[in-house]
Protein backbone atom coordinates (compact mmCIF):
# COMPACT_ATOMS: atom_id res chain seq x y z
CA UNK A 1 0.00 0.00 0.00
CA UNK A 2 1.10 3.48 -0.82
CA UNK A 3 0.31 6.66 0.92
CA UNK A 4 0.63 10.21 -1.55
CA UNK A 5 2.88 12.45 0.33
CA UNK A 6 0.25 15.37 1.06
CA UNK A 7 -0.88 12.99 4.12
CA UNK A 8 2.45 13.37 5.63
CA UNK A 9 3.36 16.59 5.28
CA UNK A 10 1.39 18.41 7.40
CA UNK A 11 1.60 16.02 10.10
CA UNK A 12 5.79 15.86 9.52
CA UNK A 13 6.32 20.05 9.37
CA UNK A 14 6.97 19.86 12.91
CA UNK A 15 8.92 16.87 13.75
CA UNK A 16 12.23 16.99 15.28
CA UNK A 17 14.53 14.75 17.19
CA UNK A 18 11.49 12.76 19.16
CA UNK A 19 11.45 9.30 20.35
CA UNK A 20 10.74 6.57 18.08
CA UNK A 21 7.29 4.87 17.58
CA UNK A 22 6.85 2.26 20.00
CA UNK A 23 8.88 -0.95 18.64
CA UNK A 24 6.34 -3.33 16.76
CA UNK A 25 6.95 -7.36 16.22
CA UNK A 26 9.21 -8.65 13.33
CA UNK A 27 7.76 -8.62 10.09
CA UNK A 28 6.40 -5.25 9.74
CA UNK A 29 8.53 -2.45 7.00
CA UNK A 30 7.31 0.92 6.44
CA UNK A 31 9.54 1.99 3.64
CA UNK A 32 9.69 5.68 2.00
CA UNK A 33 10.55 5.95 -0.88
CA UNK A 34 10.79 9.20 -3.37
CA UNK A 35 10.63 10.26 -7.24
CA UNK A 36 12.60 8.47 -10.34
CA UNK A 37 14.98 5.72 -11.46
CA UNK A 38 17.27 5.85 -8.13
CA UNK A 39 14.91 4.04 -6.72
CA UNK A 40 14.38 1.23 -9.41
CA UNK A 41 15.58 -1.65 -6.54
CA UNK A 42 12.67 -0.89 -4.67
CA UNK A 43 10.40 -0.91 -7.23
CA UNK A 44 11.65 -4.54 -8.77
CA UNK A 45 11.35 -5.24 -5.30
CA UNK A 46 7.68 -4.54 -4.35
CA UNK A 47 6.43 -5.67 -8.54
CA UNK A 48 8.18 -8.91 -7.36
CA UNK A 49 7.69 -9.19 -3.69
CA UNK A 50 10.85 -10.38 -2.99
CA UNK A 51 10.85 -8.78 0.71
CA UNK A 52 8.07 -11.24 1.42
CA UNK A 53 10.18 -14.10 -0.28
CA UNK A 54 12.92 -13.22 1.67
CA UNK A 55 11.13 -12.77 5.05
CA UNK A 56 9.72 -16.13 4.31
CA UNK A 57 13.54 -17.69 4.05
CA UNK A 58 14.11 -15.77 7.70
CA UNK A 59 11.20 -17.45 8.79
CA UNK A 60 9.38 -13.95 9.00
CA UNK A 61 6.12 -13.05 7.51
CA UNK A 62 6.56 -9.37 6.17
CA UNK A 63 3.94 -7.05 5.66
CA UNK A 64 5.32 -3.73 3.53
CA UNK A 65 3.88 -0.44 3.93
CA UNK A 66 4.97 2.03 1.11
CA UNK A 67 5.17 5.63 1.41
CA UNK A 68 5.79 8.46 -1.26
CA UNK A 69 7.34 11.05 0.17
CA UNK A 70 9.79 14.49 -1.43
CA UNK A 71 12.62 15.84 0.02
CA UNK A 72 15.50 14.82 2.39
CA UNK A 73 13.99 16.93 4.85
CA UNK A 74 10.17 15.06 4.54
CA UNK A 75 12.33 11.94 4.82
CA UNK A 76 13.75 12.51 7.78
CA UNK A 77 11.13 13.87 9.52
CA UNK A 78 8.97 11.24 9.16
CA UNK A 79 12.10 8.60 10.38
CA UNK A 80 12.88 10.97 13.40
CA UNK A 81 8.87 10.87 13.92
CA UNK A 82 8.10 7.51 13.77
CA UNK A 83 5.46 7.16 10.92
CA UNK A 84 8.42 4.82 8.74
CA UNK A 85 10.52 2.05 9.50
CA UNK A 86 13.40 2.79 6.20
CA UNK A 87 14.51 5.99 4.83
CA UNK A 88 14.96 6.45 1.07
CA UNK A 89 16.95 9.52 0.40
CA UNK A 90 20.48 11.09 -1.18
CA UNK A 91 23.63 10.11 1.43
CA UNK A 92 23.62 13.68 2.07
CA UNK A 93 20.37 14.13 3.84
CA UNK A 94 21.76 10.80 5.45
CA UNK A 95 24.83 12.25 6.67
CA UNK A 96 23.09 14.82 8.08
CA UNK A 97 20.56 12.53 10.12
CA UNK A 98 23.59 10.17 11.38
CA UNK A 99 25.02 13.63 12.89
CA UNK A 100 22.25 14.72 14.42
CA UNK A 101 21.20 11.65 16.24
CA UNK A 102 24.24 10.14 16.93
CA UNK A 103 24.26 9.39 20.66
CA UNK A 104 20.08 9.28 20.10
CA UNK A 105 18.44 7.17 17.60
CA UNK A 106 21.98 6.40 15.93
CA UNK A 107 20.20 6.68 12.38
CA UNK A 108 22.78 4.56 9.46
CA UNK A 109 22.96 3.42 6.53
CA UNK A 110 21.17 0.11 5.77
CA UNK A 111 22.36 -0.25 1.91
CA UNK A 112 22.93 1.56 -1.11
CA UNK A 113 20.26 1.70 -4.29
CA UNK A 114 22.75 1.54 -6.97
CA UNK A 115 25.29 4.65 -8.53
CA UNK A 116 23.32 6.54 -10.66
CA UNK A 117 24.97 10.03 -13.05
CA UNK A 118 23.31 13.34 -11.35
CA UNK A 119 23.40 16.03 -14.48
CA UNK A 120 22.54 19.61 -13.83
CA UNK A 121 20.73 20.39 -16.59
CA UNK A 122 20.03 24.13 -17.85
CA UNK A 123 18.64 25.48 -20.60
CA UNK A 124 19.96 29.06 -20.65
CA UNK A 125 22.66 28.78 -23.10
CA UNK A 126 25.42 31.52 -21.75
CA UNK A 127 25.51 28.77 -19.06
CA UNK A 128 28.50 26.10 -19.86
CA UNK A 129 29.69 25.83 -16.09
CA UNK A 130 28.78 26.57 -13.16
CA UNK A 131 30.81 29.21 -12.78
CA UNK A 132 28.19 31.02 -14.96
CA UNK A 133 25.43 31.09 -12.98
CA UNK A 134 23.29 34.42 -12.03
CA UNK A 135 20.19 35.83 -10.50
CA UNK A 136 18.58 34.70 -13.75
CA UNK A 137 18.82 31.24 -13.15
CA UNK A 138 17.10 29.22 -10.87
CA UNK A 139 17.93 25.81 -9.90
CA UNK A 140 15.10 22.79 -8.80
CA UNK A 141 16.51 20.38 -6.64
CA UNK A 142 14.38 17.97 -4.36
CA UNK A 143 15.72 20.31 -1.06
CA UNK A 144 17.80 23.31 -0.64
CA UNK A 145 20.99 23.08 1.12
CA UNK A 146 20.41 19.18 2.57
CA UNK A 147 19.60 17.03 -0.46
CA UNK A 148 22.20 15.08 -2.41
CA UNK A 149 21.80 17.01 -5.27
CA UNK A 150 22.37 20.22 -3.19
CA UNK A 151 25.23 18.75 -1.41
CA UNK A 152 27.06 17.57 -4.80
CA UNK A 153 26.61 21.39 -5.98
CA UNK A 154 28.26 22.59 -2.83
CA UNK A 155 31.12 20.16 -3.00
CA UNK A 156 31.70 21.78 -7.23
CA UNK A 157 31.60 25.09 -5.54
CA UNK A 158 33.97 23.97 -2.82
CA UNK A 159 36.48 22.53 -5.54
CA UNK A 160 36.17 25.67 -7.91
CA UNK A 161 36.31 28.33 -5.24
CA UNK A 162 37.31 27.09 -2.18
CA UNK A 163 35.77 25.15 0.87
CA UNK A 164 34.88 28.97 2.45
CA UNK A 165 32.80 29.21 -1.06
CA UNK A 166 30.77 26.19 -0.56
CA UNK A 167 27.72 27.79 -0.86
CA UNK A 168 28.14 30.33 -3.35
CA UNK A 169 25.22 28.28 -5.78
CA UNK A 170 22.68 28.33 -2.96
CA UNK A 171 20.72 31.34 -3.45
CA UNK A 172 19.76 30.21 -7.17
CA UNK A 173 18.55 26.62 -5.70
CA UNK A 174 14.69 26.26 -5.09
CA UNK A 175 12.86 23.22 -3.71
CA UNK A 176 11.22 21.71 -6.09
CA UNK A 177 9.93 17.50 -6.25
CA UNK A 178 11.34 15.91 -9.45
CA UNK A 179 8.32 15.58 -11.93
CA UNK A 180 7.35 18.77 -11.53
CA UNK A 181 10.89 20.60 -12.07
CA UNK A 182 11.43 17.98 -15.04
CA UNK A 183 7.93 19.31 -16.59
CA UNK A 184 8.87 23.13 -15.80
CA UNK A 185 12.36 22.66 -17.61
CA UNK A 186 10.82 20.78 -20.56
CA UNK A 187 8.47 23.17 -21.07
CA UNK A 188 10.41 26.16 -20.53
CA UNK A 189 7.82 28.40 -19.64
CA UNK A 190 8.79 29.36 -16.19
CA UNK A 191 11.54 30.57 -14.02
CA UNK A 192 13.11 26.94 -13.51
CA UNK A 193 15.77 27.01 -16.03
CA UNK A 194 18.22 24.55 -14.30
CA UNK A 195 17.23 21.52 -12.33
CA UNK A 196 20.06 19.18 -10.30
CA UNK A 197 18.21 15.62 -11.41
CA UNK A 198 18.15 11.96 -11.46
CA UNK A 199 17.00 9.68 -13.98
CA UNK A 200 15.13 9.54 -15.39
CA UNK A 201 14.13 13.44 -15.52
CA UNK A 202 17.37 14.26 -16.61
CA UNK A 203 17.42 12.23 -19.83
CA UNK A 204 13.39 13.24 -20.15
CA UNK A 205 14.93 17.35 -19.95
CA UNK A 206 17.66 17.13 -22.46
CA UNK A 207 15.38 14.71 -25.42
CA UNK A 208 12.59 17.14 -24.74
CA UNK A 209 13.99 20.79 -24.54
CA UNK A 210 16.54 20.96 -27.80
CA UNK A 211 18.15 23.94 -25.28
CA UNK A 212 19.00 21.82 -22.01
CA UNK A 213 22.13 20.67 -21.89
CA UNK A 214 24.78 19.03 -19.09
CA UNK A 215 26.52 21.91 -17.03
CA UNK A 216 27.90 19.05 -14.13
CA UNK A 217 27.75 15.37 -13.68
CA UNK A 218 28.02 14.31 -9.73
CA UNK A 219 30.61 11.62 -11.08
CA UNK A 220 32.68 14.18 -12.20
CA UNK A 221 32.26 16.04 -8.72
CA UNK A 222 33.39 12.67 -6.82
CA UNK A 223 35.60 11.28 -9.20
CA UNK A 224 34.22 8.59 -10.46
CA UNK A 225 30.90 6.53 -9.92
CA UNK A 226 28.98 7.02 -6.37
CA UNK A 227 26.10 5.74 -4.48
CA UNK A 228 23.96 9.10 -4.85
CA UNK A 229 20.70 7.68 -2.88
CA UNK A 230 20.84 5.08 0.18
CA UNK A 231 18.47 3.81 2.38
CA UNK A 232 18.51 4.25 6.76
CA UNK A 233 16.69 3.26 10.18
CA UNK A 234 17.23 3.83 13.44
CA UNK A 235 19.66 1.85 15.65
CA UNK A 236 16.23 0.67 17.57
CA UNK A 237 14.42 -1.15 14.66
CA UNK A 238 17.83 -2.97 13.34
CA UNK A 239 18.37 -4.14 16.55
CA UNK A 240 14.79 -5.16 16.91
CA UNK A 241 14.04 -6.27 13.45
CA UNK A 242 17.04 -8.18 12.72
CA UNK A 243 14.86 -11.06 10.49
CA UNK A 244 12.86 -8.44 8.60
CA UNK A 245 16.14 -6.03 8.06
CA UNK A 246 18.36 -9.15 6.33
CA UNK A 247 14.99 -10.30 4.45
CA UNK A 248 15.29 -6.22 2.99
CA UNK A 249 18.47 -6.25 2.28
CA UNK A 250 18.43 -9.50 0.45
CA UNK A 251 15.47 -8.90 -1.42
CA UNK A 252 16.94 -5.87 -2.72
CA UNK A 253 20.53 -7.37 -3.48
CA UNK A 254 18.25 -9.49 -5.65
CA UNK A 255 16.67 -6.48 -7.18
CA UNK A 256 19.81 -5.85 -8.11
CA UNK A 257 20.46 -8.87 -10.02
CA UNK A 258 17.36 -8.51 -11.58
CA UNK A 259 18.28 -5.09 -13.10
CA UNK A 260 21.58 -5.80 -14.11
CA UNK A 261 20.58 -8.75 -15.65
CA UNK A 262 17.33 -7.97 -17.42
CA UNK A 263 16.62 -4.25 -17.63
CA UNK A 264 13.43 -5.49 -19.21
CA UNK A 265 11.88 -6.59 -16.32
CA UNK A 266 13.54 -4.07 -14.05
CA UNK A 267 11.49 -1.56 -16.42
CA UNK A 268 8.03 -3.08 -16.51
CA UNK A 269 8.55 -3.26 -12.87
CA UNK A 270 9.23 0.23 -12.69
CA UNK A 271 6.34 1.04 -14.65
CA UNK A 272 3.95 -1.00 -12.54
CA UNK A 273 4.63 0.27 -9.50
CA UNK A 274 5.31 4.04 -10.48
CA UNK A 275 2.80 4.44 -13.25
CA UNK A 276 5.32 6.76 -14.73
CA UNK A 277 4.01 8.32 -18.33
CA UNK A 278 7.37 6.92 -20.07
CA UNK A 279 7.83 5.13 -23.11
CA UNK A 280 8.82 1.75 -22.39
CA UNK A 281 11.78 1.89 -25.04
CA UNK A 282 12.90 5.03 -24.20
CA UNK A 283 13.10 3.73 -20.31
CA UNK A 284 15.08 0.42 -21.36
CA UNK A 285 17.75 2.24 -23.11
CA UNK A 286 17.92 4.71 -19.75
CA UNK A 287 18.09 1.20 -17.69
CA UNK A 288 20.74 0.05 -20.18
CA UNK A 289 22.83 3.32 -19.60
CA UNK A 290 26.68 1.90 -18.76
CA UNK A 291 27.60 4.36 -15.87
CA UNK A 292 24.66 2.99 -13.88
CA UNK A 293 25.71 0.07 -11.30
CA UNK A 294 22.68 -1.85 -9.75
CA UNK A 295 24.30 -2.54 -6.29
CA UNK A 296 23.69 -2.44 -2.63
CA UNK A 297 26.95 -1.81 -1.07
CA UNK A 298 27.91 2.23 -1.27
CA UNK A 299 30.14 3.66 -3.21
CA UNK A 300 32.38 6.13 -3.21
CA UNK A 301 30.66 8.34 -0.52
CA UNK A 302 33.43 9.34 2.19
CA UNK A 303 34.35 12.08 -0.03
CA UNK A 304 31.64 13.92 0.61
CA UNK A 305 31.03 12.78 4.00
CA UNK A 306 34.69 14.39 4.77
CA UNK A 307 33.65 17.57 2.48
CA UNK A 308 30.54 17.93 4.65
CA UNK A 309 32.75 17.60 7.92
CA UNK A 310 35.32 20.40 6.53
CA UNK A 311 32.47 23.00 5.37
CA UNK A 312 30.93 22.36 8.90
CA UNK A 313 27.68 20.86 7.55
CA UNK A 314 28.21 18.00 9.78
CA UNK A 315 29.62 18.54 13.55
CA UNK A 316 30.90 14.62 13.48
CA UNK A 317 33.83 13.86 11.72
CA UNK A 318 33.15 9.73 10.30
CA UNK A 319 36.92 7.81 10.28
CA UNK A 320 35.52 5.52 7.42
CA UNK A 321 32.24 4.82 5.35
CA UNK A 322 31.19 2.05 8.21
CA UNK A 323 30.76 4.80 10.80
CA UNK A 324 27.52 5.44 8.86
CA UNK A 325 26.05 2.37 7.74
CA UNK A 326 25.06 -0.66 9.37
CA UNK A 327 26.96 -4.16 9.22
CA UNK A 328 25.46 -6.29 6.69
CA UNK A 329 28.04 -8.78 4.54
CA UNK A 330 26.15 -7.58 1.28
CA UNK A 331 27.67 -4.28 1.95
CA UNK A 332 31.65 -5.41 2.51
CA UNK A 333 32.79 -4.05 -0.19
CA UNK A 334 31.87 -0.12 0.01
CA UNK A 335 33.37 2.73 0.45
Known sequence: ???PFYQFAAALGLASLVAAAPAHAEGKLRVAQQFGITYLLLNVAQDQKLIEKHGQKQGVPVSVEWVQLSGGNAVNDALLSGSIDVAGAGVGPLLTIWDRTAGRQNVKGVASLGNYPYYLVSTNPDVKTIAD???KDRIALPAVTVSVQARFLQMAAAKRWGTGEYARLD???QTLPHPDAAAAVVAGRTEINGHFATPPFQEQELA???KAHIVLN???VLGGPSSGTVLYATEKYVKENPKTTRAFIDALAEAADIATKNPELAADAYLRVTKAKIDRAFLVKILK???FQYKVAPTNTYGLAQFLFQAGAIKKQPA?????FFDHPALASGS
Do not use: L, V
Request: aromatic content about 22%.
Open 289 to 291: NPQ
Open 218 to 220: SYD
Open 320 to 324: TWRDY
Open 133 to 135: FSD
Open 208 to 210: GNP
Open 171 to 173: RYT
Open 1 to 3: MRK
